[in-house]
């Protein structure tokens, strides 16, 4: 029959503190998961390790259709056809955005990435285009 030795104290304490750090590892990623569900935006695993542009940083020059993304509220929503433009605005400027959601709110954070474009629009040789971006 084999024998079973007692825990010593703190053999017992050891094990307990072990399953005590899991325990509380588990319990902050619950919460960090229930709280990115509520929220919407407390945690958004599609943009970790994306490097987020600032909107004044973006050009119609240089490569053409480049890809970037962009972190800032929703202040405008044109619905088009098939489509939706929103107006992104972060500390550094704003750009319109067309995508195919129509779910997004006003005011609402949001982080998107698109292709530049420029739509170049000239009257009297003077040049009114503008840059936007086009969902992927």
Same mark, same amino acid.
């Given at each position: 029959?084999?024998?079973?030795?007692?825990? =010593? +104290?703190?053999?017992?304490? =050891?094990?307990?503190?072990?399953?005590?750090?899991? $325990?509380?590892?588990?319990?902050? !990623?619950?919460?960090?998961?229930? *709280?990115?569900? !509520?929220?919407?935006?407390?945690? +958004?695993? @599609? &943009?970790? #390790? &994306?490097?987020?542009?600032?909107? !004044?940083?973006?050009?119609?020059? *240089?490569?053409?259709?480049? &890809? %970037? $993304?962009?972190?800032?509220?929703?202040?405008? @929503?044109?619905?088009?056809? *098939?489509? @939706?433009? $929103?107006?992104? !605005?972060?500390?550094? #400027?704003?750009?319109? %955005? %067309?995508? +195919?959601?129509?779910?997004?709110?006003?005011?609402?954070?949001?982080?998107?990435? *698109?292709?530049?474009? @420029?739509?170049?629009?000239?009257? +009297?040789?003077?040049?009114? #285009?503008?840059?936007?971006?086009?969902?992927?």
């Amino acid at each position: 029959m084999p024998q079973f030795s007692p825990l =010593t +104290n703190s053999r017992l304490l =050891t094990n307990l503190s072990n399953l005590g750090f899991i $325990y509380q590892v588990l319990t902050w !990623a619950l919460l960090l998961m229930i *709280g990115s569900c !509520a929220r919407g935006n407390l945690i +958004n695993f @599609h &943009t970790l #390790g &994306t490097n987020i542009t600032p909107i !004044a940083k973006i050009k119609p020059m *240089g490569q053409p259709e480049t &890809t %970037v $993304y962009i972190q800032g509220k929703i202040e405008k @929503h044109a619905p088009l056809i *098939g489509q @939706h433009a $929103y107006q992104i !605005a972060d500390s550094t #400027g704003r750009i319109w %955005v %067309v995508i +195919n959601q129509n779910k997004l709110q006003l005011e609402q954070e949001v982080v998107i990435g *698109g292709k530049i474009k @420029h739509k170049s629009i000239k009257l +009297n040789e003077q040049e009114y #285009g503008e840059v936007y971006l086009e969902e992927e």
